[in-house]
């Protein structure tokens, strides 16, 4: 009996005969995921694939510039996208070559849990992990009372910020710290350095996109304080979530 279509977080139906057997990721956090779970189904992954750290797989050039000739090379009969991270022109050629592609949709932690347990049970066929379990008991509570204001620097020169509607956002809320940008009109705001150094609120200076580290980044602010915390944990979702709660309380409660 053929298996029914299932649809993807943007409602497209996928073709799949069968479960699949051969797949490429396009999203670190879904490599990650798929190699803790399923190594031996992943054949391919973007340079930007960091962990796990032994990943032995294809390489296929960056997230927002595949290689679609190597990605069409490996045979794959599913490529994993996801919205935000991912162009729709790529998804639209892969697809126009005959190659599946389920496109992911993540603004919440509850959310990426979500999406990753359909992706797993619904489109490769496999239980779900008992790492996304573990990820559900640290994450799946109400949203903490807010103790902390808190920004999220993700660039500089010029200087961006996480905004509104996103996952990193929500997972700053659920540590019961406010987002002083969740109510700005972008998703992601070129800000002033004004706006980030103000009394009374830390400053989360990641590893990624930008590589803020103990010279680059800390010596820019005089009034707010500043904390360097794993971008995995920060924006990351699938098995760097679990004890990611108490790593990056660590990290900015200090």
Same mark, same amino acid.
């Given at each position: ?16 005969? /069968?479960?699949? =057997? ?5 999203? !670190? ?7 803790? =779970? ?7 992954? /973007? ?42 022109? #790529? ?8 190659? !599946? ?8 932690? !509850?959310? $990426? ?19 996304? $379990?573990? $990820? ?45 940008? #969740? ?10 350095? $004004? ?22 980044? !800390? ?29 990056? /309380? ?5």
């Amino acid at each position: 009996m053929s298996r029914s279509t299932p649809v993807d977080d943007l409602g497209y139906a996928v073709p799949l005969a /069968t479960s699949p =057997t051969r797949v490429v990721s396009l999203v !670190p956090s879904i490599t990650e995921a798929l190699a803790t =779970t399923s190594p031996s189904r992943l054949v391919g992954a /973007t340079d930007w694939c960091t962990h796990p750290s032994d990943l032995a797989v294809q390489r296929v050039r960056g997230t927002k510039n595949p290689d679609l000739k190597a990605i069409a090379a490996l045979e794959p009969d599913l490529v994993v996208a996801n919205k935000e991270e991912n162009r729709e022109l #790529d998804v639209q050629r892969l697809r126009a070559d005959g190659i !599946p592609v389920w496109v992911t949709d993540i603004e919440t932690v !509850p959310g $990426a849990l979500d999406s990753l347990e359909r992706l797993f049970v619904e489109a490769l066929e496999v239980a779900a992990p008992a790492w996304l $379990a573990a $990820a559900r008991a640290e994450w799946g509570g109400p949203v903490a009372a807010t103790t902390l204001d808190v920004a999220v620097a993700i660039w500089r020169d010029p200087w961006m910020a996480v905004g509104r509607d996103t996952f990193t956002g929500d997972l700053v809320s659920r540590l019961g710290w406010r987002n002083v940008f #969740d109510g700005h009109a972008d998703r992601y705001p070129h800000v002033d350095l $004004a706006d980030l150094d103000r009394d009374g609120i830390v400053v989360l200076l990641p590893d990624e996109p930008y590589v803020f580290t103990v010279d680059d980044g !800390p010596e820019a602010f005089s009034r707010a304080r500043t904390a360097l915390v794993s971008g995995r944990l920060l924006t990351w979702y699938g098995p760097s979530l679990v004890g990611a709660r108490v790593a990056l /309380t660590q990290a900015v409660m200090r």
